[in-house]
């Protein structure tokens, strides 16, 4: 990810609606898996603040293969234990994490198969993870050249990688229905910085224009995934169980 970016989350994460929501969306699909006492992994941590409220269930150790994603770790979540580290390959022994969680990663990850593998190797029987990768190549924009994105997934895609890796999928979908229009205008509207070298093109952390329409909206469609899978959306969604 473009150094510059690290800061940009880090100074959004707390109060973004996307950010929030996507806490709220992981606490909903986690919600039958979270007791007390748990050890939770967050892959790819970035700067800390999508892993870090899991402390009120346990310990939280946040891998970030950046050390700038570490410094900030360090400086903003006392109660998250950084580490820098590759999700391809974690000091961790097998099974050591009842949650591990990605958001946003495999897609930075040029063998994500590998990944997932090593993912799955970290949970331990019964346990669960969580992965929310963008969705669609479609509605890939210059946001995903700042972060590094290589891939964006489809919901069966990122379904089966899981399952290669040893995992029981019990949910596969789509969130943020309700953005795919914008994504889609935006692929088009930022082609040329598409096209280019790499480097950084901006983020959508610089939005918050339609903050106000986004975050109800949000909410509305984790009422709706609460009970039912969406069809599309900008994020693809991945519950898996080790069994
Ligand atoms: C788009 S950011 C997402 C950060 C965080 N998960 C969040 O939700 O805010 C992608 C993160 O993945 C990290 N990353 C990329 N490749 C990685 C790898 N092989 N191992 C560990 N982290 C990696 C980057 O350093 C970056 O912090």
Redesign the pocket.
Known sequence: ?EVA??AR?AAV?DDHWW?KN?RALARDLLSAHLTRDQLFL??????????AWLAEHGVVVG????L??VRFVQARWPDTLPVQ????ALPFAGGTFDVV?????L????DDTS?IRELARLVRPDGVLLL?EPAFDGLRRAHDVT???LRRYRRRSLADLTRAAGLRVERATYAYSFLAPAAAVLHVAERRKLAEPPGDKGSDTERRRLDGVFAPLGRVERRWLARHNLPVGTSAVVVATKT
């Open positions: 990810m970016e690290y989350i994460e950010y996507t967050d892959a790819g941590c970035g700067p800390g603040g999508n892993g891998a970030d293969i950046s700038d994603a580290a590759s999700v391809s969680l990605a958001i946003t990663v897609t930075c990850v040029p990944a929310i972060v590094h994105s």
